[in-house]
């Protein structure tokens, strides 16, 4: 939405084609709800608007550890460097 918004904006054929009416109606309160529970309100051109992630509940915010490790590669990598640590004490 933001992206196709930016393109509008910026395209100079379609500013210049059509600049009466480009404001779209603007919400100076708009009510965001985030999946988590969150919510708060901001400045949008849509009234309300959903959203799956917020600051609270985004792990990198919240300081939690996310780790999707489906292949074990995590795993494998703290074997490898135990591994080379192993080897550089030996030395
Ligand atoms: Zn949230």
């Given at each position: 939405?933001?992206i196709?918004t930016?393109?509008?904006y910026t395209?100079?054929?379609i ?9 779209p ?11 988590c ?6 400045g949008?051109?849509?009234p ?15 300081g939690?550890d ?5 292949q074990g590669?995590?795993d494998?990598?703290?074997k ?7 080897k550089?004490?030996?030395?």
């Open positions: 939405m933001v196709l930016l393109i509008y395209n100079p054929v500013m210049s084609s059509n600049m009466k009416d480009i404001h109606q603007y919400y100076p309160s708009a009510k965001v709800k985030c999946a529970g969150n919510k708060w309100t901001t949008s051109t849509l309300e608007i959903n959203t799956g992630i917020c600051d609270k509940c985004h792990p990198f915010y919240t939690q996310k780790i999707l490790d489906t590669r995590v494998r990598f703290k490898r460097l135990e591994k080379s640590r192993g550089a004490r030996k030395k």
